[in-house]
């Protein structure tokens, strides 16, 4: 090389002498320091020798492209905060740059670098804009606490948030109008302007302070006030809501008391008291004006009882000008009542209708509770109603325990949202702070359950919305009384342009079903808390974070979409070292270390001093960094933010990206910031030995960190992904790659070593292995073997929160199989996933896995165990959802867990049947030991979409056995459910396990604590009649049965013609007996009559103590019958001592005549009496339609069987009887069938040739099958022994007739033997 090994750039001239009109080149051999000024511009920049930026020198420099074949070199020492900002790098254009190599890089002569690239080819980088050095701090840390914000005090509005006064005397402007005048007549009556109507004379009732109206013969009779007077000397303000409040009691004497009004009775105004005002106008300037308000049928009293008239007037321009009378009348009531009023009140809404200017913003409901209204505690106002016409918010009061209560009450109504309806302030709306809702509700009238929902509504900014912060559950009349309360935060739809307006909306109401009448009381809604204003941080990690630096807050909900961004504008130090961030702008309130301990969200500085940027183009293609082909260097790129970097769905283009470099020990890239990148954070391929630590990635397209096939032995240590978008789906995605899945942590190497990381709110999941079955170099090149059976690096204190689907999805680890070892087998340690939409871990296929601490909450599934067998879970705690949570999600309008209606809701989602049955494999499902598992019984009370909520559940669809044989112990297991649920027992039979044994190591799944050992099994007759009283029945369909080791052997038989069969078993001790039913996988035809694999089985399983015993099949009759073969087959031993063991049930059969029974050994042979194609079985492992009849087609007429054939091996398949086997070994039988063979047109086949030898496939062949024992003392393992060739298609052969397969052949036997 031209350049030296150390440069030396003492007295190295600048940069700028090397710059012209088109790309700037660092000569090879040549040191140069940057001096260019605070804006550059170049043509491009190609470093041979060295480029030294001085530290902290600040410019920014733009540029089409970066190429490094020597070495560049800068560094920032100073706190991060926008305003430290150094060398600023952006590269420009959209225009692809050929990069030519000074000296031979692997791939790369010459090479097309696309647009906007900085490349390492060959060279070096040195760029330390964050030292890991003692109190260089950390970039991200938990929060610890918020500071919240105090609620908003905004300035009262006259007439709008605050009372109005009225104006002054005309008389004497000195004198202030009263807001309020009274006639309660409790001193007597003024008759100067108190008439009754149309000739009707008033009364004064002295003793009780009424004024009374008697002898009514016409409707136009009643009231009249003249208040002219008043209105002369003060003033009518125009276009201000007035109230008038009248206290009336009709007495009709031909109603008894207590009756219904007249008005009531025929719910209409016209049979109602009206109140109307009159306006005499000035002689030519107009008429009497006159305005009339009706008394509603939903407010009436009932015959002499009081009740209140309130109602609302305004005074228009036109109202208001010439006038020279005003009166107010009250009239239409029917001839021959009394009417007496008690009170008279006209007033402005005085401060009782406002919230107190002082602090308008606690309570933002006035008057929900009904007990301080204005008119004397009686008017509506400020509540109103949207139906004017049938019906207005009324004030009425009952006795309760002695004590006198007012409430709201609704009548007449005619729509799902007529309801109790007011405005509150919308400048109280401030931006992440919480409020509570909250009130009373009752109904009568229906005897239907009702629903409801409290909507929030009105014009925001960004159009009309309708927010629902509060759904009720369902309540009846029966219930009384039902509080409804909840929390919400305010959001964008929130941001109203004025009051908003409130209703009460119920469901499960209709013009069929009619609509209640409702009551309400203590209606509020109560500011809560504030938006975060500041986060509480440790001091020692955010030591380097300052003023005006930007910041990432991760989600607290179950989608990285609702992380927050921020920019700190002040840094305070409390007295116990830690920090306060305060932020410009508040944000909503999050999970911090003190709400949640040990899982609260992350909060991270995104702005660094050294910044490397793509341009912004309009489009998702902006500039990448690429250290290419280049081993043996180590690359140290620390504390640098890069911005807009990444290209869309371009291959190789991702913000960092070390590719194929090979071993690049004391490499670092550690410390970054990848913001908004349109592809990836950091891509590791084809690299060994490198650092990724501290880096965050925070708004990414595609995953954050990969890993491909041939890294290896990279520390990827503390590193934080957030909020991964799906911008790449299904059609724009690089082909052979999988970045619309957008996860955290994307590994597909086992061979790297992640401690510490957190990925939060990844589009699916947050940390996701999968391990090849092959291994794929460069361009996806197969360059090796199966990756899934080598050894996994160090994985633990790993966090995964917020994701979308997965926290941790673990698939394909097959360690076991290379080692066969169980202390070198996968393991996962103290991994923590909480609030992940699905499961926190997902485990597919993970042979022989341990998952050695960890805690798990707010999932959907804890921990879901699929298609793996051997699996340790120690030291765990599962939660449910907690009610922070649950509250959390609700108050902020979050995705809910229970997504969809079929998702059960489980701490443990395990399965029930082993996925693997060879003799070399594990050979147990599950250990779980040092687990509690608490929070799942909550159940519509906390999860209504969920149809279960159990602390362990099973998997649906992996019941491959027809049975539960996942061997399964518990030790030191705590089950904390208040409906002493640990497993659903009827819903697992359901799923295909009616025979559930659970190992109780130590007896901690004991209900009454008091066993030192035990089973937990299905509480059925089959599982525990032999056991006397040691079972008792527990909740879940499950019963526990005290101090016994169970062993379990498998009798696997003919599925067909087995159905009402049972396998007897009787303890020969005690001479109790239990009858097991057998049980079949209900797939589709094809997987119910495949011969391999179980699928064409019925299984007997029995779970029992040491003893010796009888098992006997028995019919629904009771005889002794033999299901055509009886497979046995043992468990692998429980985790405890005394189970049942292999020698201690001797199998009855019943009597046979082997020389009649055995003579024609095929079962529905002949096609002139067959009628359906059962017991034939096949070995066609594909397609869905497989042994079909086919009537008429067969030889002589008869009815076919047919098969559509695709490989050699395919054919129909039966069973033979076993004891007939067993009974005719080594005697001769004769095989013969007819068979046809056509193409898939039904042509004659052409390919048949049975003058060829049978291992070459040419001609039908006869092939039995025979299962043998690996080891016949302890039968757990059977295998497949195939016997060719005993029958072949005989000669002459016409493809155009039916052909002859015929041999003859001794008879093997074997548990179970098929042809």
Known sequence: SCNPVEFDCTDAAGLSSVVGGGPVVVPCGTCLVYDLGAEATIGGLNIIGKLLVPTNYKSTLSTPFIFVQGELEMSDDRPISEDNTSMKIVLTGNTDVMFTPHEPVAGAAPLNAGEKPFLVAGGKLNIRGWDDVEGSGKTWTPILAMAEADRLYPNPIVGETAARTALPRLSNPTITCPNKIV??????????????????????????????????????????????????????????????????????????????????????????????????????????????????????????????????????????????????????????????????????????????????????????????????????????????????????????????????????????????????????????????????????????????????????????????????????AADGWVTCSGDFVVDEYYEFTSSPEIILVTQDENDSTGYVDWDFDDVSIKFKSGPAAGLEVGGSDAARWAVNSDVHITSSTLHGQDAQDGRVKAVSQKANGNV???????????????????????????????????????????????????????????????????????????????????????????????????????????????????????????????????????????????????????????????????????????????????????????????????????????????????????????????????GFHLADFEQFFQFRDPENVPVFENLSAYRNREQG?????????????????????????????????????????????????????????????????????????????????????????????????????????????????????????????????????????????????????????????????????????????????????????????????????MSYCAEICLGMVTFFTERFGTENYKLKVTDTASGLSIDIPGNVRTYNERWNTYAYDGGAERTFAASLPAGNYTAEFVDEFGNTVWPTYAEEQWAQAADCSGGVSIGDITVIKPAMDAATECVDMVRNGDSATRSDVTPWIHTKWYGEIVNELKPGEGIDGGNAIAMDRTYHWTGIAQNLNSMCTDAREGEWYEFSAWMKMTDANGNPSTNIDPNREWWRNQAPIMTITDRQYRDVSTKQHLYNAEHRNLAALARPYNNDEWGHIHGIFKMPTSPRLWF
Not at 262 to 288: F, Y
């Open 183 to 476: 006639h309660d007549f409790e001193g007597g009556v003024d008759f100067s302007v108190w008439k009754g109507g149309d000739g009707n004379i008033l009364s004064y009732d002295e003793a009780n302070g009424t004024l009374t109206a008697t002898n009514l013969r016409l409707d136009s009779q009643g009231f009249r006030l003249d208040f002219t007077k008043l209105t002369k000397d003060c003033p009518i303000t125009q276009d201000v809501t007035y109230l008038v409040t009248i206290r009336l009691k009709i007495e009709d004497p031909t109603l008894e008391d207590g009756a219904v009004s007249i008005c009531e009775t025929n719910n209409h105004k016209d049979h109602c008291p009206k109140l109307g005002r009159s306006i005499v106008k000035a002689e030519g300037k107009g008429w009497i004006y006159d305005k009339e308000v009706n008394l509603l049928p939903s407010s009436i009293g009932r015959n002499n009882e009081w009740f209140t008239f309130a109602s609302e007037w305004t005074w228009n321009a036109v109202d208001l000008t010439d006038d020279v009378a005003q009166v107010f009348y009250l009239k239409n009531f029917k001839p021959g009542q009394i009417i007496h009023m008690d009170e008279f009140q006209f007033e402005l809404p005085s401060p009782k209708a406002y919230a107190p200017v002082e602090d308008p913003c606690l309570e933002l409901v006035v008057n929900g509770d009904a007990e301080n209204a204005d008119g004397r505690g009686w008017h509506h106002y400020p509540m109103w109603s949207g139906r004017t016409d049938r019906f207005i918010p009324t004030i009425l009061e009952e006795t309760v325990d002695g004590a006198v209560n007012k409430y709201w009450h609704i009548e007449n109504r005619v729509w799902v949202g007529d309801s109790l309806r007011f405005h509150v302030n919308h400048q109280c709306f401030m931006l992440g702070s919480t409020y509570t809702v909250s009130l009373r509700a009752r109904f009568t009238g229906k005897t239907h359950p009702v629903t409801y929902w409290f909507e929030i509504k009105g014009e925001t900014t960004g159009g009309y919305k309708y927010n629902k912060p509060l759904y009720c559950p369902s309540q009846s």
């Open 841 to 1037: 871990i997902y485990v597919m296929n993970c042979v022989h896995c341990e998952f050695n601490g960890g805690f798990l909450s707010d999932n959907q599934k804890g921990i879901e165990i699929r298609r793996s067998d051997g699996i340790t879970l120690q030291d765990f705690v599962i939660q449910g959802q907690t009610e922070l949570f649950k509250n959390y999600v609700t108050d902020n309008n979050s995705h809910k867990l229970c997504g969809h209606s079929g998702w059960t809701y489980e701490g443990i989602h395990m399965m029930g049947t082993l996925w693997r049955y060879g003799h070399l494999d594990p050979g147990f499902g599950i250990r779980v030991k040092n687990v509690v598992l608490s929070g799942f019984d909550k159940e519509k009370e906390y999860y209504d979409n969920c149809p279960s909520t159990e602390p362990i559940g099973f998997s649906t669809d992996t019941h491959y056995g027809g049975h539960f044989d996942y061997k399964t112990s518990f030790e030191n297991v705590t089950v904390d459910d208040g409906r002493d649920i640990i497993l659903d027992g009827c819903r697992a039979a359901s799923y295909g396990y009616p025979d559930i044994a659970f190992n109780d190591i130590d007896g901690s799944l004991d209900p009454d604590k008091s066993a030192s050992n035990g089973f937990l099994v299905t509480d059925q007759p089959y599982m525990t009649g032999l056991f006397g009283d040691s079972c008792k029945s527990t909740a879940g369909c």
């Open 580 to 806: 306060v961030l305060e932020l410009e702008n508040p944000i909503t309130p999050v999970f911090s270390e003190k709400e949640t301990p040990g899982y609260g969200v992350e909060i991270a500085v995104t702005s660094r001093n050294i910044k490397i940027i793509g341009e912004d183009d309009g489009t998702y293609n902006g500039g990448y960094l690429q250290v290419f082909h280049t081993p043996g260097v180590a690359q140290v790129i620390e504390g640098v933010e890069f911005f807009n970097m990444g290209q869309s769905s371009r291959k190789n283009r991702f913000a960092i990206q070390l590719l194929y470099n090979g071993n690049v020990e004391g490499t670092s890239i550690s410390s970054n910031s990848i913001r908004k990148s349109n592809m990836r954070c950091i891509s590791v391929d084809g690299t060994a030995n490198a650092t990724i630590a501290s880096n965050v990635g925070a708004g990414i397209a595609g995953h954050c960190f990969y890993f491909d096939r041939i890294s290896a032995d990279n520390m990827v240590i503390d590193n934080l992904a957030s909020n991964m978008n799906n911008r790449i789906n299904w059609n724009n995605r690089i082909d052979g790659w999988d970045d619309y899945d957008a996860d955290g942590f994307a590994i597909w190497s086992p061979f790297n070593h992640f401690i510490g990381n957190v990925a939060a709110g990844g589009h699916k999941r947050g940390f996701r292995y999968y391990l090849d079955w092959r291994t794929l170099g460069e361009d996806l090149i197969n360059v090796g073997p199966n990756m899934r059976r080598n050894p996994i690096g160090t994985f633990k204190d790993n966090k995964a929160h917020s994701n979308f689907r997965q």
